[in-house]
């Protein structure tokens, strides 16, 4: 396929091509059914029973990924609730591999799992009682059937996700997040899933064309691409109500430190729901150093990371193996949940409300909230350094008023740190080659004198502006290690209208970390974040379709009254 360009013809990724990967072999040691749903479509539904006498508690997972797949560890996750004397149903969602009906995302999975549910029960092997578990997709689409309020359904585990999952703005207002759309031509084209054997051409302007020829190139139009160019809302995929609307249940939420955007809003249905009283004694939350995909922070750093982790034309379901046995140790501890809650076991000792295990700590915290009860605020200022260069964090603000800007070019946007999100900790980057030049703003702390512990919300209050008609605004928290390598702490975007100056409150998420003696906190500033992020065009078009772009400029108001800050949550 070519592009008409100001009557030029250009060629689009060529060395593109998509592998067909269709359902794994039947697992001999399941039962296998087609559920029924209350339209006729037929679900694939393996179940896996345990060696013992009577009707047992069941555990359900709903999941895209093919049931007898290898993304998923289906086989750990069985071999372990079979070993504790429960049932696990395991399907594909509709639309999916073995699965009948239409291949769309989201919106279905409400009362495709209340109807799995109600088939559940009426089993001679089930004793009436269900939970759910699953990370991702797999997690949403427990918030899904938990809006349905299904009697049987008694308790859900949701890990590494939230209520919006699949929104191209994770939180409304923020910059458009461009891996949705990515998704939905790897695994929601059809029933089966497509590897892609390069990435897009994201330079190509107007950036639709390159996926279009994707599309072409794939033989597929997959009808979930066209509705994420719109907007999905949540009457479309909660039409039995919100789920924090919903009777509550006992839920185990287990984020991930380093997975900001799938977590980062999860952190947001934690507060939803704690600021519900009704809600707020049923909610366990885990917090691990951890990334979406669940590798943890702590094998990272034994990891030299010096090759190339897929590859120049990886594809995009390459997905490293993770350890079966740190699988298993996670999966453990919501078997304990159950228990608790599917057997009202009394011998099971009660969860704490909130456990957690920041990063660079050995130590996992049991408490009775997050952030801790005994976290306090940490004040940093952002203030300008001499001569108008070594920009720093500081303790004190400065009297005197002042700016720093930046510049945001679409033609040269700041490059994404890694080249697949769902794997910060894996690829664990380096961000120090980011630090420097004309479109990022970089603040410096003091190194410190003794360890840091930094647990809750991370907050940027500043006055801004932009020469254009809105500014995207990426903050980073990193550590800045002493031989100058920089990592992740947490991070936060928000697009905002600051044609002229404005006051604004910046979440720059969750973070869960411990700095250690000598090392400081950097604050990057930056105003894009590509190609996970699509760009602000500088103009009214959208990046989509847009086929001239502008630079703009962005100011922040350091020193006076009026200057920005970081506010920490410390210990």
Known sequence: ?????????????????????????????????????????????DVYLPDVDGPVPVILTRLPYDKCGMIISIDVFAEALLENGYGFAVQDVRGKFRSEGDTVPWLNEAYDGYDTIDWIVRQPWSNGRVGMTGLSYTGYTQWAALSTNHPALRAIAPRNTNTRLGHTEMTPGAPEWSYPYQYVLDFYASNDLYDRSADYDW???????????????????????????????????????????????????????????????????????????????????????????????????????????????????????????????????????????????????????????????????????????ESKSKVLYLVDGDDNTNARLSEVGADEFGTLSWVHDPEAPVP???????????????????????????????????????????????????????????????????????????????????????????????????LEQGHSLVLLLRSSDYPDFLPLSGTSQRWWFATHVQSTTQSIVVGGPDSARLDLTVL
């Open 1 to 45: 396929m070519t592009a008409q360009l100001d009557g030029r013809s250009v060629p689009l990724q060529e060395s593109m091509s998509f592998t067909h990967i269709g359902p794994g072999p039947l697992r001999g040691n399941a039962q296998h059914h087609m559920v029924r749903m209350r339209d006729g479509v037929k679900l694939a539904t």
């Open 203 to 373: 330079a190509h302007r107007p950036l639709i064309e390159s996926f279009e020829d994707a599309v072409e190139r794939l033989g597929i139009r997959p009808p979930a691409l066209d509705m994420h160019l719109s907007t999905v809302r949540d009457e479309a995929r909660f039409p039995a109500g919100h789920p924090f609307d919903a009777k509550p249940i006992p839920v185990l939420l287990s984020l991930g430190f380093f997975d900001p955007y799938c977590s980062g809003y999860g952190f947001r249905d934690y507060q939803a729901m704690m600021a519900d009283p009704s809600w707020r004694p049923f909610v366990h939350l885990r917090l691990s150093p951890s990334d979406h995909d669940d590798f943890r922070h702590d094998a990272a750093r034994k990891d030299s990371h010096s090759g190339d982790l897929h590859g120049a034309d990886a594809g995009s379901i390459d997905i490293p193996d993770a350890d079966p046995a740190e699988i298993r140790a996670w999966f453990d501890g919501e078997i304990q949940f159950f228990d608790r809650y599917l057997r009202s076991d009394a011998t099971v000792a009660p969860l704490a409300p909130v456990q957690y295990h920041l990063a660079n700590s050995s130590q996992v915290v049991n408490t009775t909230s997050w952030p801790p009860p």
């Open 416 to 514: 994404s740190a890694t080249k697949f999100w769902s794997m910060l900790v894996h690829e664990y980057p380096d961000f120090s080659p980011m630090l420097t030049g004309e479109s990022v703003l970089a603040f410096h702390g003091a190194p410190q004198v003794e360890p840091l512990a930094l647990a809750g919300p991370v907050t940027l209050h500043a006055k801004v502006q932009t020469t254009g008609p809105a500014m995207d605004l990426f903050a980073t928290l990193l550590d800045l290690e002493p031989d100058g390598t920089a990592r992740f702490i947490a991070r936060g975007q928000q697009r905002l209208q600051a044609s002229e100056p404005t006051d604004v409150a910046v979440s720059v998420g969750s973070a869960g970390y411990v």
